[in-house]
């Protein structure tokens, strides 16, 4: 638990009091906004598709509806209701040919069942590799701040590296990485960034379920469909020419024909002594791609603020999902994305509309719906690179990215484990709810590194992406972890993400109702939440002091500590 001190005497946290009446939520409006975008109307909601121009203008509306202003990009001195994203896209043509060779056969390699080889990011139009070689280098990571280097000092430069997923910590390790919780060492795009730092040819993640936190449905469907980023003035250095994931089974054939045992590596690679292994294996691809540079689009609503309109609360949350797709068993291409993130949208809309029809708050609010979150948080790493609103005045993000739908729970979550004023706050406000924090049950997930509000704790500004609990009033923790997993299996980053008239939007109302209370309270304070003294973004936010009054910036009182949060 953070013990955050105030920089100013006798200036605490305004938080509401106990006797206001919490804003309601109407679940019934809650649901049709799930159901709308989520409906295969909206396509799946695709970047850079005419289901984008769709939900665009379904936002608009519903914005304008809430009684929001245009929060956008200025235009002759005017808000637009929208920022554009420019992104750079790039699509595989035709059918990747893909060889591997390994004790001495030639293997075809099929795109999508034995490997999800994406669309080439490089800035290039054609991968072509010719017996390509293959070496191990363990979880591919080079942290000099913790003693560890998987490369050794071993040149990589046009080969294909092989790497685990997660970080060296997950099945134990050295504790070098913080124990379970991954770091960002364990995302794969950091290994695609170091490979591409290093001058391979290309990366090979081996998938395993468990440490990836997600099947190889989700692999396939993720990777192997239109790609984007930012446009970058080199991507080259960010991105090598071939990206992918490879099957387990795959990877354990590649070893045993190398004369190694698969297992037996992947425990090497757990100890800071782990030696590269070449492998002997080649692989040669032709894939060809057409790419072209676009322009996608943030949608923002604002609530001046009728005090300090300059500081800004923003409630993010992601209007993009996968598009249309290779079709699933039943033949559904499809990927609706009711819960991720039709669910998060709709908490924003009906935010909007409750902020609206309340006494105006003394700070601004920002209601941001950002693209492209799919394809690695793109339209938030935009806004943040590109604000609207001055990032040393932004208060705190508070995201919502795939919400629960199957009842109240007595408790709720974030992302992560961070550590941050904006989460005492929430826990504070939570128990005026009778509800209690609970960590995040799988920070192995990498859950922090993967929604909208990384971009912006990655530019000092204090962030968190709710969960819900998993305690269900209704059921409890047996089925709220039940439920979990079920979507995760069956429909995360899938066709069968679709509305259901069972879901139950109570536990949305609720948690859209504590995500008021701690806007509200944000908004009519002179609080400036920070993050922990030992985290990582602290320095970044502190360098933006001065945008605050200095170092005599109150900051919020403690609260009382929920339980230890690991």
């Known amino acids: 638990m ?97 060889t591997l060779t390994s ?11 034995d490997i ?75 290994k695609y960034a170091e490979a591409a730092r290093r001058g391979a040819a290309g990366v090979l993640v081996v998938h395993e379920t468990d440490p990836a936190s997600y099947g190889w449905n989700t692999v396939k469907n993720s990777n192997t469909n239109t790609m984007f980023d930012i446009v970058r003035d080199n991507p080259a250095a960010e991105h090598t020419a071939f990206e992918s994931w490879i099957q387990r089974d795959l990877a354990v054939k590649i070893f045993a024909a190398s004369g190694l045992n698969f297992d037996q590596a992947r425990a090497a690679a757990r100890l800071k002594n782990f030696q590269p292994m070449p492998l002997k294996a080649t692989l040669s691809a032709n894939v060809a791609a057409t790419t072209e540079t676009m322009t996608s689009k943030n949608v923002v609503g604002l609530l001046r603020g009728k005090r300090h309109p300059d500081e800004t609360i923003i409630y993010s949350a992601h209007w993009d999902h996968l598009g249309i797709g290779q079709p699933d068993a039943n033949g559904d291409r499809i990927y609706n994305g009711a819960v991720d993130n039709g669910t998060g949208i709709s908490h924003i809309i009906e935010q909007a509309r409750a902020f609206s029809r309340e006494p105006r708050p003394d700070r601004s609010i920002v209601f941001l719906a950002v693209t492209a979150e799919e394809k690695n948080l793109l339209g938030s790493e935009y806004y943040a690179q590109h604000p609207l609103y001055p990032l040393g005045k932004t208060v705190g993000v508070l995201n919502t990215d795939s919400m629960g739908v199957f009842g109240r729970e007595r408790d709720f979550s974030i992302a992560g484990t961070a550590k941050l004023d904006l989460l005492d706050m929430l826990v504070s406000q939570g128990q005026r709810q009778s509800r209690r924090f609970t960590p995040d049950p799988h920070p192995e997930s990498g859950g922090f ?118």
């Open 2 to 98: 953070i013990r955050s001190s105030l920089l100013l005497a006798g200036v605490a946290f305004l938080a509401a009091p106990l006797s206001a009446k919490p804003t309601r939520f109407d679940t019934a409006r809650l649901s049709q906004h799930v159901q709308t975008l989520g409906s295969d109307a909206y396509e799946g909601r695709g970047v850079a598709t005419r289901a984008e121009t769709r939900t665009v203008d379904y936002l608009i509306e519903q914005f304008r509806a809430a009684g929001l202003q245009p929060g956008g990009d200025l235009a002759g001195g005017k808000r637009q209701w929208t920022q554009a994203v420019p992104l750079f896209k790039s699509d595989i043509v035709g059918t990747p040919q893909l």
């Open 103 to 113: 004790g001495g056969a030639a293997q075809n390699l099929v795109q999508g069942t």
């Open 116 to 190: 999800a080889v994406r669309s080439p990011m490089n800035g290039q139009r054609q991968i072509s590799l010719t017996n390509v070689p293959l070496v191990f280098v363990g979880y591919g990571v080079n942290a000099p701040e913790r003693g560890w280097d998987d490369f050794k000092g071993v040149d990589v430069r046009g080969k294909l590296i092989v790497v685990l997923v997660n970080d060296p910590d997950f099945e134990g390790g050295e504790c070098q990485f913080g124990g379970k919780a991954m770091t960002y060492y364990g995302r794969w795009t950091y």
């Open 449 to 566: 590194y993967r929604s909208d509000h990384f971009s912006f704790a990655k530019v000092g500004v204090p962030a968190i992406s709710f969960k819900p609990g998993l305690d269900l009033v209704d059921g409890g923790t047996a089925l709220g972890e039940a439920n979990a997993k079920d979507y995760t299996a069956k429909r995360y980053h899938q066709p069968d993400d679709e509305w259901s008239p069972s879901w139950r939007f109570d536990g949305l109302a609720e948690d859209a109702a504590l995500l008021h209370a701690l806007g509200m309270s944000l908004a009519n304070s002179r609080a400036w939440p920070n993050w922990s003294d030992d985290s990582e973004f602290r320095a970044t936010r502190d360098q933006t002091g001065g945008e605050r009054g200095g170092s005599a910036v109150p900051r919020p009182a403690p609260s009382p500590s929920p339980g230890e949060r690991g």
